[in-house]
C-alpha cells in the first residue's frame, strides 16, 4: 500500500545543532507540505512544496528550510536548533486541491 | 487570509450524548472544508469532507454541512462512543494554496 513515512519519530537535541527530519511518500504526489503541531495552536504551516525543485513558505517558516530533489521526498531541516522548536512535527501530501491530504506519523523533536 | 475558528474544548460528555462541535472559516472564493480526527499518540486521519457549498460530508457516524451563507461546518455524531475520544480538527483547503489550514482543535472526551 501507498503510505508517507516520517523519521525519526522521535528526536533530543542540542540546542544549535542541525536537525534534519525526512518524509517520504509512495503516491507519487506532487504537494507535500511539512506542518509542526503545539498545544492551543493547532497544526501551523512550515513549508510547502508543490513539486520538484518547488519550495515556498508557510507562516511559521523561520528557522526552518526545505528541498524537492524529487517527488517522494521532502526534508525539513532546522539549521540550529532553538527550544522554542520543541514541537511535534507532521508531514502530508495530496495530489490534487480538494482531495484528501494524508498525513505521516508524526516526529517528535525536543531541544534542550 | 484564511482562519479557521473551533470551539473551545475540551468537550465531556457521557456515552450516547449528542455531540456538536462548531467550526467558523474565513477564506476568499470557495475553499473544501475538512475534519480530521488525531486519537492519542498517532497522526492525523481524515475524518470526512465537503468540496462545495451545501454538500454534507460524513463517515462513522459522524457529519457535517458545508453552510457558505454562515460560513460554517459544525461536526455532529447523534450518540458518542468512548472509542470517539480524540482532538477533532476542522479544516479548510482554497484553490490557491492547497496547504490546509487548521482550526485549533477540540478534545473529546467521551466517558462510560
Known amino acids: 500500500d501507498a503510505e508517507i513515512t516520517q523519521s525519526p519519530r522521535h528526536k533530543i537535541t542540542e540546542t544549535g545543532r542541525q536537525v534534519t527530519l525526512a518524509c517520504h511518500q509512495t503516491?507519487?504526489?506532487?504537494?507535500m507540505f511539512w506542518y509542526r503541531q503545539d498545544l492551543g495552536h493547532g497544526l501551523r504551516l512550515i513549508h510547502y512544496?508543490?513539486?520538484?525543485?518547488?519550495?515556498n513558505k508557510g507562516e511559521v517558516s523561520d528557522g526552518y528550510s526545505v528541498s524537492r530533489s524529487n517527488t517522494e521526498d521532502l526534508p525539513l531541516t532546522l539549521e540550529s536548533a532553538a527550544s522554542s522548536q520543541t514541537s511535534v512535527y507532521f508531514c502530508?501530501?495530496?495530489?490534487?486541491?480538494?482531495?484528501?491530504?494524508?498525513f505521516g506519523e508524526g516526529s517528535w523533536l525536543t531541544v534542550v | 487570509g484564511n482562519s479557521v475558528t473551533q470551539m473551545e474544548g475540551p468537550v465531556t460528555l457521557s456515552e450516547e450524548a449528542f455531540l456538536t462541535i462548531n467550526c467558523t472559516y474565513t477564506?476568499?472564493?470557495?475553499?473544501?472544508l475538512f475534519w480530521y480526527v488525531q486519537y492519542p499518540g498517532e497522526g492525523l486521519q481524515l475524518l470526512l469532507k465537503?468540496?462545495?457549498?451545501?454538500d454534507k460530508g460524513s463517515n462513522k457516524g459522524f457529519e457535517a454541512t458545508y453552510r457558505k451563507e454562515t460560513t460554517s461546518f459544525h461536526l455532529e455524531k447523534g450518540s458518542v462512543q468512548v472509542s470517539d475520544s480524540a482532538v477533532y480538527f476542522c479544516?479548510?483547503?482554497?484553490?490557491?494554496?492547497?496547504?490546509?489550514?487548521f482550526g485549533s482543535g477540540t478534545r473529546l472526551q467521551v466517558q462510560p
Open positions: 512544496s508543490y513539486g520538484v525543485h518547488d519550495t
Open positions: 502530508a501530501s495530496t495530489q490534487t486541491f480538494g482531495n484528501t491530504i494524508y
Open positions: 477564506a476568499t472564493g470557495y475553499p473544501s
Open positions: 479544516a479548510l483547503s482554497d484553490t490557491g494554496r492547497r496547504a490546509l489550514t
Open positions: 465537503a468540496t462545495k457549498a451545501d
Open positions: 503516491w507519487n504526489h506532487n504537494n
